[in-house]
């Protein structure tokens, strides 16, 4: 999502933004679709009830007959048709909200409550219900598709029926002798072809301008209203705090765990060794000095196994000379070919950095695993405030997230930054990963040597 | 032979410089910062620097950075850089730095005094002294490399002492073999990896290097 301050006014963009509109009407027809089937079910429901207790000069029998069968279509709609509607509802008002960003250069953010919690289960009917129902982001995109269908699609659809009624009604007539030209009193050729070319162009040159403007009114019924926005600020940041918290909680266990198996009982064996060494010195040299080669030894895979905790914690060539230098050390130390390219001219703050890099690592050790790739590119730049990372490959692509619990865990050590992870693995390839972390970039360090 | 130190831990200084000296080198200056280290290295004009990667004041590459430069104040100046930690980025930066007289060895390998000081001898004359592990991770990279794999076990041995730099003497030595086996090994390997042969042991090593950094 690039965030453009101004439309591009060219002819190229202008039609694009014309046709954009047209999309945009689209969606509209189907917000209505939507919205006839809930209304449907309201209405019948409404019909059947009214029918019951006021009646209309029919028999009972017959009276009762027709009520409960409208109300029964009503409840029907309601039960079977309603919660699936909301959702894809839902669906229009999120295609709506990237579309917006895309196309109208105004990106909206997604405002729902997350579903209740209900681990694997689906939600039962009255439940899914009160979700949908009980969430003001649902009677906002309500309020939109309504707003949209009377006005919303007039803004939508207005360059392009500039341009057509432009060319229909003017240019049309002047260059072809099938259709006479528009009678209006004093017409002559020149002055319909000029008012049908200036009708074109103004259309062009409006149609951006005209897509920012409905981008701007969609977003003010679908972006989270304030208080909405604040709660999913709050739920996000707390549930963030508690993951950030919690790995790195086993974070620290597995590095006490790795010291007290490792390094520290290397160091036990050796004093043993030394302590060994001396006692048979006297006794028996030779036995002395192997058992003080051993020693020796021991402290070389003591190092080794240090080393191997330093990097896992923070890499030396991380700390040394920061992100893109790391990712390229990296690089040279995996058996593929990447490609690293880099913008960053200043550090990120360190634990973003450090986020980043073992982000990358995790990408790389999945492309290595799954995806049979030759080359892979790693993007790195900074741009709009935003840390960006591009991790492709030309392997046969299939990569999901929801199947690997590797993106899950990156995605969510990103969040703890407000970052965001976007895949795209089509089946055949290639895999595009790209990272998106909000962050300021501190000035380089000077050179002190 | 005259060598000067720059490590910041006293105890590691103080050790090397002992250990430099018992084996009959002399220690010219032993500084513990990247700047002091420019300054010895002009005024003692000495045979080999012996360089710590991390040095004040920003105990981070200070020390690859001051090796780099004293190699462009006095060029070809043999250096050997010591770490707690190698990285083939270093190793490449370093080797890029000239012609031979460089080394880059973990801090462990000091353990192992006659070895330390025979990698400190070759430096001094020009040649060069990896890291068995950087070697191990740069063989590790190749190892979808077709040319590579077609390698026996035996000639990847050799492949790998020569890439950290010794002679054809030593890895005879090394792998309880004769010279003239060695020397056929080489052969073999240079034939399969597609190189120049050479009889420069110093250029052979940076051939090897070059080919396996691709």
């Known amino acids: 999502m690039v965030a453009r301050s101004r439309p591009r006014l060219t002819p190229a963009a202008g039609l694009a933004a014309a046709f954009r509109g047209l999309a945009f009407a689209g969606l509209m027809l189907a917000g209505v679709g939507l919205l006839v089937v809930l209304f449907a079910s309201v209405i019948l429901i409404a019909l059947g009830v009214g029918i019951l207790v006021v009646g209309n000069g029919m028999g009972p029998a017959k009276r009762t007959l027709l009520a409960l069968l409208i109300l029964g279509a009503g409840l029907g709609i309601g039960r079977f048709f309603v919660p699936s509607v909301l959702v894809a509802l839902r669906r229009l008002a999120n295609l709506t909200r990237r579309l917006a960003g895309e196309w109208c250069g105004v990106p909206v953010a997604e405002p729902y409550r997350s579903a209740p919690a209900a681990e694997g289960t689906e939600l039962n009917y009255a439940a899914r219900l009160r979700w949908l129902l009980g969430d003001v982001a649902t009677w906002r995109d309500l309020l939109w598709v309504t707003v949209n269908a009377l006005v919303g699609w007039i803004l939508a659809i207005a360059s392009m029926a500039l341009a057509v009624t432009g060319v229909v009604l003017f240019l049309i007539p002047v260059v072809s002798h099938v259709v006479p030209p528009a009678a209006f009193p004093g017409n002559t050729k020149p002055t319909l072809a000029v008012l049908g070319l200036a009708m074109v162009a103004t259309a062009v040159l409006a149609a951006p301008w005209l897509l920012r403007g409905y981008g701007l009114l969609a977003s003010s019924m679908l972006a989270p209203a304030g208080k909405a926005e604040l709660a999913l600020r709050v739920r996000h940041l707390s549930e963030t705090r508690t993951e950030a918290l919690d790995t790195g909680a086993a974070e620290i266990r597995r590095i006490e765990r790795d010291l007290h198996d490792g390094a520290q009982a290397r160091l036990v064996a050796m004093g043993m060794t030394l302590d060994a060494a001396g006692q048979i010195i006297d006794s028996n040299p030779d036995a002395a000095r192997a058992l003080l080669y051993e020693a020796r030894d021991a402290s070389v895979k003591a190092l080794a196994e240090l080393r191997a905790l330093v990097r896992g914690i923070h890499p030396p060539v991380l700390a040394d000379r920061g992100l893109a230098a790391a990712i390229q050390a990296l690089a040279l130390d995996t058996p593929l070919r990447i490609h690293v390219a880099s913008d960053l001219n200043g550090r990120p703050p360190a634990p973003i950095e450090s986020a980043a890099y073992f982000a990358v690592t995790e990408l790389l050790a999945n492309v290595t695993k799954h995806a049979e790739a030759r080359e892979t590119w790693i993007d790195i730049r900074h741009t709009d405030g935003m840390l960006r990372i591009g991790v492709t490959d030309n392997g046969h692509g299939g990569a999901d997230p929801a199947r690997g619990t590797g993106l899950r865990g990156i995605e969510r050590r990103l969040a703890s930054f407000d970052g965001v992870l976007a895949i795209s693995s089509p089946p055949g390839g290639p895999t595009a990963v790209t990272m998106e972390i909000p962050c300021e970039l501190s000035l380089p360090k000077t050179s002190s040597s | ?214």
Do not use: C
């Open chain 2, 1 to 214: 032979m005259r060598v000067v130190i720059a490590e910041d831990l006293f105890l590691l200084r103080d050790g090397l410089t002992r250990m430099l000296q018992a084996h009959g080198l002399e220690i010219a200056a032993a500084v513990d910062n990247g700047a002091d280290l420019l300054a010895a290295v002009t005024t003692q004009a000495p045979d080999v620097a012996i360089v710590d990667v991390r040095l004040p004041p920003t105990f981070t590459d200070e020390g690859i950075r001051a090796a780099l430069a004293a190699r462009k104040q006095s060029p070809n100046l043999p250096v050997l850089v010591l770490s707690q930690y190698v990285e083939q980025l270093y190793a490449r930066e370093l080797l890029a730095s000239g012609s031979g007289g460089i080394g880059y060895l973990l801090k462990d390998r000091v353990f192992d005094s006659a070895q330390f000081v025979d990698a400190v001898r070759r430096v001094a004359a020009g040649g060069t002294a990896m890291d068995p592990e950087v070697i191990a991770r740069l063989l590790a990279r190749n190892t979808g490399n077709a040319s590579v794999s077609a390698l026996s076990p035996r000639e990847r041995e050799v492949l790998a002492l020569m890439a950290e730099g010794r002679s054809n003497v030593a890895i005879a030595q090394r792998l309880v073999i004769t010279e003239r086996a060695v020397a056929k090994h080489t052969a073999s390997i240079f034939g399969k990896l597609d190189l120049q042969p050479s009889d420069d042991d110093n250029r052979r090593v940076l051939a090897v290097l070059a080919y396996l950094e691709g």
